[in-house]
Nanobody, 123 residues
Framework: QVHLVESGGGLVQAGGSLRLSCAAS????????MGWFRQAPGKQREFVGG????????YVKGSVKGRFTMSRDNAKNTGYLQMNSLKPEDTAVYYC????????????????WGQGTQVTVSS
């Protein structure tokens, strides 16, 4: 049984930083690509960025480019989303997802999901 657990969310002032973690268990973490998504109230789940199985390829959406970066530590079965220069519009529940092969922007392409962690950015 695959299990993903996000952590690291919280309340932060605009301009601040947070680092989200996504810890995986249940199978070989290193075989999977990871995608990060977010969902604000009343909106669809939005792709934020992705990282391939060995961290050699990453991609972030334009709205967070230059502020968010992704990494992973396969020895710890954990992926990370570093968020800097946070803005109020970044407020959402953040999710990590995993799938075989490469990351995709389509949330339906992911096989496994975490429970989400709330990020709130105050102005």
């Amino acid at each position: 049984q695959v299990h993903l657990v996000e952590s690291g969310g919280g309340l932060v002032q605009a301009g601040g930083s947070l680092r989200l973690s996504c810890a995986a268990s249940g199978r070989t973490f290193s075989r999977y690509a990871m995608g990060w998504f977010r969902q604000a109230p009343g909106k669809q789940r939005e792709f934020v960025g992705g990282i391939n199985w060995n961290g050699g390829s990453t991609y972030v959406k334009g709205s967070v480019k230059g502020r968010f970066t992704m990494s992973r530590d396969n020895a710890k079965n954990t992926g990370y989303l570093q968020m800097n220069s946070l803005k109020p519009e970044d407020t959402a529940v953040y999710y990590c997802g995993e799938r075989r092969r490469s990351y995709r922007e389509d949330a339906l392409a992911y096989d496994y999901w975490g429970q989400g962690t709330q990020v709130t950015v105050s102005s």
